[in-house]
């Protein structure tokens, strides 16, 4: 299994993040017959004006975890690698990095995290006082020795957290 631990850094908001994702949201949907609805542009980089690690995060439901065989494998034909669950149950978690790098997250329509990753995403597109609580943290992590994908993601949970609760959602909700 590969590495999950990559180095993380970070770069300002790039106005293209939102068509290579249409991009890709596009040839995932035709290559697994998917409505576009059951894919979505998550994560920092689906938020206009907020600093972000240069991978664009997709997620995609399906009707019932985990995602089918099929699922897995056109993923993986088209140039994603599998790493299973990745330390989050109910979520199988997909990358491609080279000249794109695209995380992919598959989990169950309308369940927890479903729920969760859009309420953020929504409450971060619409509070300046969120994203700049967020990009803050985000700093902050990096500029305590956070650098690894891990540790990163860990010195900034606290915060996800709080936004998460602002956005009217629990770390159990869903």
């Given at each position: 299994?590969?590495?999950?631990d990559e180095?993380?850094?970070?770069?300002?908001?790039?106005s293209?993040w939102?068509?290579?994702f249409?991009?890709e949201q596009l040839?995932?949907?035709?290559?697994?017959?998917f409505?576009l609805?059951?894919?979505?542009?998550i994560?920092?980089t689906?938020?206009?004006g907020?600093v972000a690690?240069?991978?664009i995060d997709?997620?995609?439901g399906?009707p019932a975890?985990?995602?089918?065989?099929?699922v897995?494998?056109?993923l993986m034909r088209l140039g994603?690698?599998a790493?299973?669950?990745?330390?989050?149950p109910?979520?199988?978690h997909?990358?491609?990095?080279?000249?794109r790098?695209?995380?992919i997250?598959?989990?169950?329509l309308?369940?927890?995290?479903w729920v969760?990753?859009?309420?953020?995403r929504?409450?971060?597109r619409?509070?300046?006082?969120?994203?700049?609580?967020?990009?803050?943290?985000?700093?902050?992590a990096?500029a305590a020795?956070?650098i690894?994908?891990?540790?990163?993601?860990e010195?900034?949970s606290?915060?996800?957290?709080?936004?998460l609760?602002?956005a009217?959602?629990?770390e159990n909700?869903g």
């Amino acid at each position: 299994m590969p590495d999950l631990d990559e180095p993380v850094h970070l770069v300002e908001h790039r106005s293209e993040w939102a068509s290579e994702f249409a991009a890709e949201q596009l040839r995932l949907a035709k290559s697994l017959s998917f409505d576009l609805a059951c894919i979505q542009h998550i994560g920092s980089t689906s938020v206009p004006g907020l600093v972000a690690k240069p991978i664009i995060d997709i997620m995609v439901g399906v009707p019932a975890y985990p995602p089918s065989a099929v699922v897995r494998q056109t993923l993986m034909r088209l140039g994603y690698e599998a790493l299973g669950e990745a330390g989050i149950p109910g979520r199988a978690h997909f990358r491609m990095r080279g000249d794109r790098s695209i995380n992919i997250a598959v989990v169950a329509l309308d369940a927890d995290h479903w729920v969760r990753n859009l309420a953020l995403r929504e409450h971060l597109r619409k509070s300046r006082v969120a994203r700049e609580s967020y990009t803050r943290a985000k700093r902050e992590a990096l500029a305590a020795g956070a650098i690894t994908l891990l540790a990163y993601s860990e010195a900034k949970s606290r915060v996800v957290a709080q936004l998460l609760s602002e956005a009217g959602v629990s770390e159990n909700d869903g």
